[in-house]
């Protein structure tokens, strides 16, 4: 089963999930406001529209007028019609800038993760026309918060589509079994793919260069997506850009010790404890240049530490005090502590020792924000002092603009999460039968989408500073795509001075801004 929700952009131990409730259907009109917004000196105006597509998990090409003829009901009550199919609506925002031919126009579908995250953090926070302003790395007061304009909007190079999944925001489910049809690795997938096929038709946006952009488990969803896409679609996009990476679950370091026998966990962590021992001055000695440390830490990762793993019980004594040695000179944790941890310490233990001796939590999300932690003699911290500081931000935020600004959901209730508590983590791979696995790998999606689309490029973005999923995590797991090694000319990386959510601060989003525009300039087969 899935380990620790990642919870892309915000923990869902900070925000609870909103009590399920009667599933009410948001309003099928769209809503269309105007605005402008100012990138880069110029004042781009666009177009907004707020609405609902129906998918189906049977049969994504069956209408509204069908799916009423055969009973469904989107308000989740019941129907005498056994035959009740399970259906999605899902909601977005989509900007479109005024007076731009379609096919002149890149187009790029962006959703957070959790799994069961709706997209209010990627949309309140990265590339809209409008976003939550969060300086600083500490807890923000309370309301009021400032909206502002968003001079890194992506809408200087591309139209931008920001996708609620099934359950979450104002996305909807009902029908039989709806919860088990939408509600995994491959249903959410496939929902995401029937959406997007939906929209590029009703738009008239298929000729358009296309993007994913995923955050966190978004990531995942994005390797399935493309494949999927490609492969029961016929529909190529131009390029993947992916936000703090993970596409193998069996990689987390949240609580690998369940998972005993795999010890990369473990290795790939480390240079981000590094990192963040570095940011909070807890190591033994000073290292002046952070990327040249981190370089170090890497090689010795992959090196020293990871032949000390594989040994398991037959390393020699000696070489376990030396390495323990080594990982307290790269971490700050206590020798004694290492050696009890018997050289394995996991995310959540790393987050409660590190500043222990002042009574602070390290933050997940990202290590550079702390707060007092709840239980000093806990195992692992117990909550992630960002996800904290800044929820009630973005929260409060998007639920005023969505209804004052977008007009739209005036009478529903956007829900955070998706509230039937339920994920099936199972997976069937491209090809080996199509067998499922418990803890879901997509890697072997993403490199069938790049060796079937070799022109298709993908984008790594990810923090020194974020421990929900480490960026050492990300470049790993590019680096064995089973793919050819001619492909990875297509993939390009970017790190940054930041956490899980790069977006949160002013500095390194206007870094990812210019990224991402320059990446799809490269790419947009326009220039």
Not at 483 to 499: D, R, V
Request: aromatic content about 10%.
């Amino acid at each position: 089963m899935l380990r620790k929700a990642l919870l892309l952009g915000a923990a869902m131990m900070a925000v609870p999930a909103l009590a399920a409730g009667p599933a009410t259907p948001a309003p099928n009109a769209d809503s269309v406001t105007n605005g402008t917004v100012t990138v880069n000196g110029a004042t781009i105006p666009y177009r907004a529209v707020a609405g609902t597509i129906l998918v189906h998990g049977a049969d994504y090409n069956d209408s509204g007028d069908i799916l009423a003829k055969r009973g469904t009901k989107l308000d989740g009550g019941k129907d005498d019609d056994s035959k009740n199919a399970p259906v999605a609506s899902m909601f977005y925002t989509a900007y479109f800038k005024e007076g731009v031919p379609a096919e002149k126009r890149p187009i790029t579908f962006l959703y957070n993760g959790g799994p069961g995250s709706a997209s209010v953090w990627v949309h309140m926070g990265t590339f809209g026309p409008r976003r939550v302003n969060t300086p600083g790395d500490t807890h923000l007061p309370a309301a009021p918060y400032a909206l502002i304009n968003n001079p890194q909007s992506l809408l200087d190079v591309s139209d931008v589509v920001f996708i609620d999944a099934p359950g979450t925001g104002f996305s909807r489910i009902a029908g039989k079994d709806a919860d088990k049809e939408f509600l995994g690795v491959d249903g959410d997938g496939e929902a995401f793919t029937h959406f997007i096929s939906k929209f590029l038709a009703k738009y008239h946006r298929y000729n358009s260069p296309k993007y994913l952009f995923g955050e966190s488990y978004g990531t995942m969803r994005s390797a399935v997506v493309i494949n999927d896409l490609e492969q029961d679609e016929n529909i190529d996009f131009n390029g993947v850009i992916l936000l703090s990476q993970i596409l193998n679950y069996d990689n987390s370091d949240d609580s690998p010790q369940f998972n005993a026998g795999m010890d990369d966990p473990y290795v790939l962590a480390l240079p981000t404890y590094a990192a963040t021992a570095w940011y909070h001055h807890c190591l033994p000695a000073e290292h002046p240049d952070l990327k040249a440390f981190l370089h170090e830490v890497e090689h010795f990762a992959m090196t020293d530490y990871t032949l000390a793993l594989r040994q398991g019980a037959d390393l020699p004594e000696d070489q376990r005090q030396a390495i323990a040695a080594k990982l307290h000179d790269y971490t700050g944790l206590p020798v004694d502590y290492i050696l009890r941890a018997d050289l394995r310490v996991n995310g959540g233990e790393f987050d409660q020792q590190l500043q222990a001796k002042t009574g602070m939590a390290t933050g997940r999300l990202d290590t550079r924000y702390s707060s007092p932690t709840i239980d000093p003699m806990s195992q692992e911290v117990d909550y992630d002092p960002q996800s904290s500081a800044i929820s009630s931000a973005y929260v409060t935020v998007f639920n005023d603009y969505v209804r004052n600004t977008l007009k739209y959901g005036t009478d529903e209730d956007y829900r955070l999460y998706n509230s039937q508590g339920h994920w099936d983590s199972h997976h069937r791979q491209p090809g080996h039968g199509y067998q499922p696995k418990g803890e879901p790998n997509v890697m072997t999606d993403l490199a069938m989408a790049m060796k079937t689309n070799p022109n298709l490029h993908v984008m790594l973005n990810a923090g020194y500073y974020d421990l929900a999923t480490p960026y050492f995590e990300g470049v790993y797991e590019m680096k064995h795509l089973p793919m050819p090694n001619s492909l990875q000319k297509n993939i390009e990386y970017a790190q940054y001075t930041s956490g899980h959510m790069v977006y949160v601060d002013p500095a390194t989003l206007q870094q990812l801004h210019d990224n991402v525009a320059a990446f799809i300039r490269r790419t947009d087969n326009l220039h």
